[in-house]
């Protein structure tokens, strides 16, 4: 169902059953790519602060609206779901703060990115995809 390779893009294979979160998700899997390919062309160091902003604004609206639809469903992941979002803004904040010190490191951006992506598919296959038998029920 889901994989694991380098470059992780959308497939209905995510879907929830939740428009809103399909689409969110499908944002942030296209967040990922377009900053990859800003990283492949140089041009990551000019995008990197409003990828770190944007991606921190948009995880903790998505992840809110989430955890609302999990509670409602009565999802039996919901407590693993608000674990994994505060690992993930933790891991995120990581990368802000070595931003924050240092300035522009390449290789500390690719690893950003490559957490998304791996981070996307790892936990929307394995907690997020709970939903879709809440929804149906």
Known sequence: MCRQ????????DYATGIQRIDEDHKMLFRIAEDFRAALDVGRGGGVY??????????CRGHFRFEEQCMNEYRCPVA???????????EV?????????????DRTDARKLVDTIDRWLDDHICH???HLKRCVKK
Do not use: M, P
């Open 5 to 12: 390779e380098s470059t992780v893009k959308w497939s209905d």
């Open 49 to 58: 602060s409003v990828l770190l902003d944007t991606l921190s604004s948009y």
């Open 79 to 89: 407590q693993k779901n608000r674990e994994a979002h505060v690992t993930f803004l």
């Open 92 to 104: 995120l904040s990581g990368f802000r703060q070595r931003y924050a010190a240092s300035g522009f």
């Open 127 to 129: 907690v997020d995809i």
